[in-house]
């Protein structure tokens, strides 16, 4: 299947990136990365002794077809990335919450928060001063929750990154990339409560620019946030200017497990996640922000 020119263009910033960011940005010594599925790159894999997810069809242990955004962005400089029950630097764990662990009959989940502090304490409570914190969630809150205030959860889910980010920040951290959320209404997982959804997606957004506003004032932290909310909506908006002739249905079928004819131009993977190509879109936002945030 020939990719399209936008596609290709994904492939060459990725490609070309690394000599960019050693120019531009700070020399990281590691990256550290903290929150859910969208991040993992084999915790759960593991825990589960490669149960979740399925690979295939899944991708070594991802959630996606290929690379997710996380590995993209440490590859552009250069940096490991390996799940932490291998010795690596991501704690995050699919199926993850923010604001509170989940107990499953495989075992508890941590919550970003409880990433952190298992990350503090294999380090003696500091924090890598020359590292990046990579701290992203919310997601599985609110597809978990489908009553209530969407702006009472939504400040629940800021109120648990904004405080992971203070405890890494006063155990000596002074790096950190947060994304806002983006629509999670236009996951096909939501479509029986998508109003919610896109109303918890804008509140975590607000209530994240409000709580780390004053953080990013103080001298030496440099808090670089990522805007895929607007990326999603304009993808949304215009799909097949961004490569994609489907952006709406998931590329495995959900009860056969099959997999569709063309992934390269199927936004999303499954009914939660998002294909390689829609990670590489994520991974291209994250580096052109941590250098313009130099």
Known sequence: MRKSPWLITILICLL?????????????????????????VGNIFLATKGAIPASPPYFHGHFSNGPIWVEHLAGSMGLPMK?????????????????????????????????????????????????????????????????????????QIALGIAESELVL??????????????????????????????????????????????????????????????????????PTHFGFTDITNPCINPVTTSVCSDPDHTFFWDLEHTTEFGHAFFAVVAETALKQHQ
């Open 16 to 40: 070309a990136t690394p000599l960019v960011m050693r120019a531009g940005t700070p020399a990281y010594d590691a990256i550290y990365v903290f929150g859910d599925s969208y991040c993992d």
């Open 83 to 155: 799940p932490s029950l291998a010795g690596g630097t991501d704690f995050a764990f699919g199926g993850a919450w923010v604001t509170a662990p989940q107990v499953t009959p495989l075992g508890t989940i941590p919550s970003v928060p409880e990433q952190v502090e298992l990350y503090l304490t294999a380090h003696g409570g500091k924090a890598d001063f020359n590292a990046l914190y990579v701290i992203l969630g919310g997601g599985n809150d609110i597809l978990g929750t489908t009553s209530g205030s969407p702006d009472a959860l939504g400040y």
């Open 169 to 238: 920040r006063r155990a000596g951290a002074q790096h950190f990339l947060i994304p806002n959320l983006f629509d999670l209404g236009l996951l096909p997982a939501a479509r029986a409560n998508a109003t919610f959804a896109s109303a918890a997606s804008a509140a975590t957004n607000k209530w994240l620019n409000t709580l780390l506003g004053l953080e990013s004032l103080l001298e030496g932290i440099r808090i670089t946030r990522t805007d895929v909310f607007s990326l999603l909506s304009e993808v949304k908006k215009d």
